[in-house]
């Protein structure tokens, strides 16, 4: 592994809730609508509680291999086909996650600022940051994702709290929406929405703090799923059922909503400023995250040299969705669904195999 | 040889292809020295010590293999982050070896040297002044003065001064040297041939005599305005301190003025600055070594720091970062700034400048390096971090809500000075929805009779600001104010009337500029006012997201930024341990810990309860004893304040 600046746990933790939370400012309650009904916010409860179960199973998995990452490891368990298969899974999610999402936060910029300007150019300037910013390695994605968190977490808050005068409550009932059978396989199904927490498996190797990634897990998990939880909570009292299905960015069209006197008028502008810097971050961890598991796959020294030929990749897919509500599904319905099996069945498989083949225990060979 | 084989285009193609490679390679000039060939490097401190210089009877290969030898010495310390190190050992070096043998070791005087400056000084007094004579040019040079006279000793003994006029005191020279040494110097009754001894013991009234036995060491030292005494049969020369040269007296600081504390900066003279410093750190741990940097320059360069509390990889980082500085010029803080930062394509500054000695005595105080050069009155502190870029001395000086109160000012101004008309240019031209209404319709009106879009209007008022700003710094005397007030309101009013500019962009562009001004550091300001324009031309391209990816991508930069190691957003991101001395400024007592970045050999400022008397008031109190001041009453509620602040810590 390329010898990159060891990150600290509150970096790391920032870095994993922003990853996992900054799909709430595109179409994500759209979608748990869509599964959940009046029970939206139910589904990322469910989805957030397996994806930890996942993340147990990935944690089992690399404490077997000290010192290395989910890409060695998988590959130490299953061998040289079946680690590249599951590594090739892990960055086939990172990757369609880093391109569906520059052409949602390019639809969303395009939508809500520049209408005029060609979708082309909003997206290749969005490519030129993540670039940067992968350019210059996990160090610095983590520490603006730290620097960041203040500013995501405030903007959350007050967006909520500024709509709490335009939500009506008493649209969550029924509170189980469509059953809670259905509920929870909907939200098993799904849990890839938080198949990012990965990310921290990949970058083990990185942590200051290896023997804390469990914590940092669990951590990052219950801050992300909070947010979903309260905010999915907020825009389906803001946009009851059945509206919210025809609602692709419920965080904006719920800022327009924001009335705060007669001076200070249309501040989603605002609110779009900051959810444009997270996207920025969020694009860069899953950029840096892609090029890294294919950096570990192939055993390169540097990400940096694969940088070019993945900015143009991601271009060239991001246009490949006809429109909005195209990739919107295709990142919901088959990235988020079929992920969950490479982020959290994969390992388990390969956990398996590893117990198989060496015992309980870490691998003292 | 390749155009004989060839032909002439080979030769051409041979030659370019080696001009190329060699831009990959560096080969140290002939006659560049090494670390290990120095032996003059002493301090102008005036460390009395004997530079052991032998004839080098060494082979090439020997001397090659100890210079690799030093230089691998020399780069043990890598740039890394240092915040990740450990350095809570002592350095093993003693402060007072660290002052002279150091400097002498790893501190060459850089660049060419001519041979004759390194021999040694021969018995024959005409020898030895013949090649000073030879390496001063004297005869030449003008200001070169060589004196020679005699010694009355029976039989007389040759003797001669030289000195540079101008650096070297008259009055000293006549009085102290040449008077004691013609004419009251009895030496015809001593029985003794170690006339020098006797010089040096019975005839120098100067306070600081150095011995010198080589010729490099007496140029220096002459250069620097020491006079030389060459004796004849002796091969020791003695230099006196002799320096006096016009110098402008301590004035009130210009760039880092202050209402409330000390209303003293450095000046040109090294030796005055380091006083001034001395007089606030009183402490024999403080320590000033001596480096040489410049092949023509020679300028001394202090490196200043506290022994046994600053980190010792970090003094180190510094040295070797200067004395790896190779250039033939260096007179001022701000050139040398510019060979020792980490990242010379970022416009944030990585130094902070300083021309307070109680600014820089504070940083020192707190693990800091501080680095000096003779003729510059402006000091570097090293590290710099974003955050105490925006601290000015007087935020201490202040109690501390007025002193947090004016970092809130200046980060408000900071934000200001970059966003203010790009926010505006955003507003006018992408997003009108979220101007007020009234506000809206109030700039349609102002802005129906000017000809311009918003952006040429904004860029001709940010242009002549600058020029009102750069031709008002020009010009001379008391005319440089008064033509930026007259400036800025007549060519603001006179923009108006003549409808190139909408009123509500004066007031913009003005606001902007005091939110420059407000920024105490001179380097931070003039970044902002780059990064300003950067950010007009993305809002006027992009709007709101031009700037949101600006940012982002300044936010990158920044948090990935390092100064000699100490990551630029610390101690915020990554997060360490501090006394919450960042953008905001905590009491004073409860500033017990150094910034952890610095990782200083000893964290601990002050102790837990460093306002100790409140801790004596709540014993007397608790055993039931008046104060008998009076304030019995007053008194009453001090034990619930100690215990409040022994407990809330």
């Known amino acids: 592994m390329a010898s990159e600046g060891k990150i600290g746990t509150r970096e790391a933790i920032a870095a994993t809730v922003y990853f996992l939370s900054t799909k709430l400012l595109i179409s994500f309650p759209q979608h748990m609508a869509e599964m959940g009904q009046t029970a939206a916010w139910i589904v990322p409860i469910v989805s957030f509680a397996v994806a930890t179960l996942g993340f147990l199973i990935i944690v089992a998995l690399i404490e077997r291999y000290p010192g290395k990452g989910i890409v060695e490891a998988s590959e130490e368990a299953g061998g040289p086909v079946l680690g590249l298969i599951a590594s090739l899974g892990y960055f086939a999610f990172f990757f369609a996650t880093t391109v569906l999402l520059i052409r949602e936060f390019s639809e969303t910029v395009s939508t809500a600022l520049l209408p005029r300007t060609p979708l082309s150019v909003i997206m290749a300037v969005f490519i030129i940051a993540t670039l940067v910013a992968v350019y210059n390695g996990l160090e610095a994605v ?8 203040p500013l995501i977490i405030g903007t959350l808050i007050l967006l909520n709290l500024m709509l709490l005068p335009q939500s009506n409550f008493d649209v969550i009932f029924p509170l189980f929406g469509p059953g809670i059978w259905k509920l929870i396989y909907n939200g098993t199904v799904h849990s890839g929405i938080a198949g990012e927490v990965m990310f921290l498996s990949v970058i083990a190797g990185q942590l200051d703090e290896r023997h804390k990634v469990k914590t940092m897990g669990l951590i990052s998990l219950s801050v992300a799923a909070s947010f979903m939880i309260v905010s999915t909570l907020v825009y389906s009292a803001v946009f009851p059922y059945p509206l919210s299905l025809h609602i692709t960015y419920p965080g904006y069209e719920a800022s327009t909503l924001i009335y705060s006197g007669r001076f200070l008028q249309h501040i989603e502008v605002a609110f779009v400023f900051l959810w444009v810097i997270s996207a920025c971050i969020h694009l860069a961890l899953s950029g840096y995250t892609a090029t890294v598991i294919i950096r570990d796959m192939l055993k390169l020294p540097s990400h940096k040299p694969l940088l070019p030929a993945f900015a143009i990749l991601g271009f060239t897919f991001a246009l490949v969705p006809s429109d909005v509500p195209q990739a919107t599904h295709v990142d919901f319905m088959t990235v988020k669904t079929y992920g969950g099996l490479a982020i959290f069945v994969m390992p388990l498989i390969l956990l398996l195999i590893a117990r198989l083949k060496t015992g309980p225990g870490p691998d003292r060979r | 040889m390749c155009s004989k084989s060839g032909g002439p285009y080979v030769g051409l193609i041979g030659m370019s292809f080696q001009k190329i490679i060699s831009l990959f390679l560096y080969v140290p000039p002939e006659g560049e020295t090494g670390p290990c060939e120095d032996t003059g490097g002493e301090s102008v401190a005036g460390q009395q010590e004997i530079q052991e210089s032998q004839p080098d009877t060494r082979s090439p290969r020997q001397r090659t293999k100890n210079r690799q030898k030093a230089r691998s010495r020399l780069n043990r310390v890598r740039p890394k982050q240092l915040a990740g190190l ?12 660290l002052g002279a043998e150091t400097s002498s070791e790893i501190s060459p005087v850089i660049g060419k040297i001519d041979s004759d400056e390194m021999k040694p000084l021969m018995k024959n007094l005409d020898e030895n002044l013949n090649a000073l004579k030879k390496i001063l040019h004297y005869g030449t040079n003008a200001d070169v003065v060589v004196r020679e006279f005699d010694i009355p000793t029976i039989p007389v003994t040759k003797a001669s001064i030289i000195f540079i006029d101008g650096l070297a005191g008259r009055d000293t020279i006549d009085f102290a040297i040449l008077e004691p040494l013609m004419l009251i110097s009895n030496l015809a009754d001593r029985e003794t041939e170690d006339h020098l001894e006797l010089v040096k013991r019975r005839l120098l009234p100067g306070n600081q005599v150095t011995e010198r036995n080589n010729l490099r060491a007496i140029v220096e030292d002459v250069l620097s305005g020491a006079t030389c005494l060459l004796i004849e049969e002796s091969d020791i020369a003695l230099t006196i301190e002799t320096r006096s040269w016009e110098h402008r007296s301590i004035d009130k600081p210009s760039a880092e003025m202050v209402v409330r504390g000390p209303q003293e900066a450095f000046n040109e003279t090294l030796k005055n600055n380091l006083a001034l410093i001395r007089r606030r750190m009183r402490t024999p741990d403080f320590v000033i070594e001596m480096l040489k940097i410049g092949t023509l320059s020679r300028v001394d360069c202090a490196v200043l720091y506290i022994e046994g509390l600053t980190n010792p990889e970090l003094v ?15 007179q001022d803080t701000g050139i040398l700034e510019q060979f020792i930062e980490e990242n010379p394509y970022v416009l944030a500054p990585q130094t902070i400048s300083t021309e307070r000695p109680d600014r820089m005595a504070a940083f020192l105080a707190e693990g800091y390096v501080g680095i000096m050069l003779d003729g510059s009155p402006f000091a570097l502190v090293l590290p710099a971090t974003f955050w105490s870029l925006l601290q000015s001395a007087e935020d201490y000086f202040l109690r501390w809500p007025f002193g947090a109160f004016l970092r809130a000012v200046r980060t408000l101004a900071l934000i200001l000075a970059i966003f203010l008309p790009a926010i505006y240019l955003a507003l006018t031209n992408f997003h009108p929805e979220m101007i007020p209404t009234d506000l809206l319709l109030a700039i349609a009106a102002t802005r129906e009779k000017v000809p311009f879009p918003t952006l040429v ?27 930026g007030i007259v400036g800025a309101l ?13 009123p509500i962009l004066v007031v913009i562009v003005a606001i902007t500029a005091l939110g ?15 990064y300003r324009f950067v950010y007009i031309v993305l809002a006027a391209v992009l709007g709101f997201y031009g700037v949101a990816i600006g940012v982002f991508i300044q936010l990158v930069t920044y948090v990935n930024l390092k100064s000699f190691g100490v990551p630029y957003m610390s101690p915020v991101v990554p997060s360490m341990r501090s006394s919450g001395d960042a953008l905001f400024r905590y009491p004073l007592w409860k500033s017990e810990i150094r910034p952890s970045f610095l990782k200083p050999q000893q964290e601990v400022r002050q102790p837990h309860v460093s306002r100790g008397w409140v801790k004596e008031q709540v014993k007397t109190n608790m055993n039931g004893t008046s104060q008998g001041n009076g304030l019995d009453e007053s008194n009453k509620a001090e034990p619930e304040k100690a215990k409040g602040e022994r407990h809330g810590k």
């Open chain 1, 142 to 149: 983590t520490r603006a994702a730290s620097l960041g968190m």
């Open chain 2, 86 to 97: 450990t350095c809570k050992t002592p350095s093993p070096i003693s402060p007072g070896v």
């Open chain 2, 316 to 330: 180190d980082e510094v040295k070797r970062r200067i004395s790896e500085t190779r250039s033939d010029h260096i």
């Open chain 2, 457 to 483: 209007e904004v860029l001709i008022m940010e242009i002549s600001i600058e020029l009102i700003r750069e031709a008002g710094v020009r010009m001379p005397g008391i005319i440089g104010p008064t033509l």
């Open chain 2, 490 to 502: 007549i060519l603001g009013q006179a923009a108006v009337a003549a409808s190139i500019v909408s």
């Open chain 2, 516 to 530: 420059a001004f407000a920024v105490p550091n001179f380097n931070m300001a003039f970044a902002i006012r780059l």
